[in-house]
């Protein structure tokens, strides 16, 4: 009974990753941003897991310090950046009108940079860089990755199944609770 309980939790701590794949915003911003209102403390002082609020429509909203700097060559623009990770799904969209597999071109990525941008402060917004980040090009079955310099241009994006994967994995293996 042990290993069915902890095999079932294991199936919903994937279960769990994966939907994080359909509705999790990353944005960009200066480490230099204020990350309090007190002012002495910046993004890039903040410890990776900590939680920063932002106004989405004038609400606050919970987003994770991921990352600190650029993850790796394949990504561009992230230089003394902070990665913020919203903390909680958002509603359910769908990726594309048609059937294609084409996040540069998706109603996805459209509505990320578009509509839900806009619903952050203006001060934040102005402080969300552009950047490069590494994509499949052609309905994303295309051989080759688009990165660095030739990455996909953008301030908001859904994390890859690749770095979601990744998170979920090291979750599970190091976590006697999932």
């Known amino acids: 009974m042990k290993k069915n309980s902890y095999t079932l939790r294991k199936a ?17 911003m200066p480490t230099t941003a204020q990350a309090s209102s007190d002012g002495n403390t910046t993004l890039g002082d903040r410890e990776i897991g900590s939680i920063v609020r932002l106004r ?19 990504y561009q623009g992230f230089e003394n950046s902070t990665i913020l990770l919203r903390e909680r799904v958002l509603p359910l969209r769908r990726m594309n009108s048609i059937n294609v597999n084409d996040y540069q071109n998706s109603d996805m990525n459209v509505w990320l940079n578009g509509d839900f941008f806009n619903t952050l402060d203006a001060e934040i917004r ?9 994509f499949r090009p052609f309905s994303g079955s295309h051989f080759t990755v688009n990165d660095g310099a030739n990455g996909l241009h953008t301030r908001v994006f859904l994390l890859s199944h690749t770095e979601v994967a990744a998170r979920c994995y090291r979750r599970q293996r190091h976590s006697t609770n999932p």
């Open 12 to 28: 919903l701590a994937l279960v769990i990753c994966a939907m994080f794949v359909l509705a999790l915003s990353v944005s960009m």
């Open 126 to 134: 102005n402080q969300i860089r552009m950047v490069h980040i590494p």
């Open 56 to 74: 989405e429509n004038d609400v606050l909203v919970n987003y994770i310090v991921v990352h600190q700097g650029s993850p790796s060559a394949d």
